[in-house]
């Protein structure tokens, strides 16, 4: 993954379409509805940027902004259906980064976002954490997997696979979750053939695929990595 990005807006239809084109370009996308629950997610999870809806329930985006800019540095895009010059300097007074005007472009907001990473050297290879777990090693940044130090070459939708595992270790990832991250616009996959990339992955990094100590099934739910 490029960065780990917080998106908070409660229209879920536009939700979705910004996960979409951010997992696109190779982001962690955690999609939250109110502002209250952005605040908590930010401080918990440290996302390398924000996307911010001003109307927001429960705690106002331009509110929102002013607590996170008050307790870090992160990168803050809002979204605003306001039009008015006040309005959009309001918002980088409070300390948004960079504003964007509804309706937009998926395409302009992703290049926003890349821009900004680049401003905050967020999205640099030398920066990205190395996962381990036991003697599987997942550099996201070089697209590269190790066990024991030995290379392990994975097609592009395995490291797809063990990349949304990997972003969230422990966590119980559905089918379906995975075809949406790993997968993105193909959906036309269907449920059996992630278990088909999870097996090829299994005989890849297990020592015993039949008893996986990495890659694990959650039964009546999917898959999740071991966590470190």
Not at 159 to 180: K, M, N
Request: proline residues 4%; contains cysteine; negative net charge.
């Amino acid at each position: 993954m490029s960065a780990r990005i917080l998106v908070a807006e409660d229209d879920p239809k536009q939700a979705n379409l910004i996960r979409v084109y951010l997992e696109r370009e190779g982001h962690s996308v955690l999609v939250v509805g109110d502002g209250r629950t952005a605040l908590e997610q930010a401080r918990t999870r440290r996302p390398d940027l924000v996307v911010l809806d001003v109307m927001m329930p429960q705690v106002d985006g331009l509110d929102v902004c002013r607590i996170l800019r008050s307790e870090s540095e992160v990168p803050i895009l809002l979204l605003t259906a306001r039009t008015t010059e006040d309005d959009m300097l309001l918002g980088l007074d409070v300390g948004a980064d960079d504003y964007i005007t509804k309706p937009y472009s998926p395409r302009e907001l992703a290049a926003r976002v890349r821009a900004l990473l680049r401003r905050a050297g967020a999205v640099t290879a030398g920066n990205q954490a190395i996962l381990k777990v036991g003697d599987l090693e997942i550099d996201p940044g070089r697209f590269e997997v190790r066990v024991g130090g030995r290379p392990i070459v994975l097609t592009a939708k395995e490291f797809g696979i063990l990349e949304v595992l990997a972003a969230e270790p422990g966590r119980a990832f559905t089918r379906a979750q995975i075809i949406d991250r790993a997968f993105g616009f193909d959906h036309y996959v269907l449920e059996r053939t992630v278990d088909a990339h999870v097996m090829n992955l299994r005989r890849k990094i297990e020592e015993d695929a039949a008893e996986p100590r990495y890659v694990q099934t959650v039964y009546g739910r999917g898959y999740r990595l071991a966590e470190s």
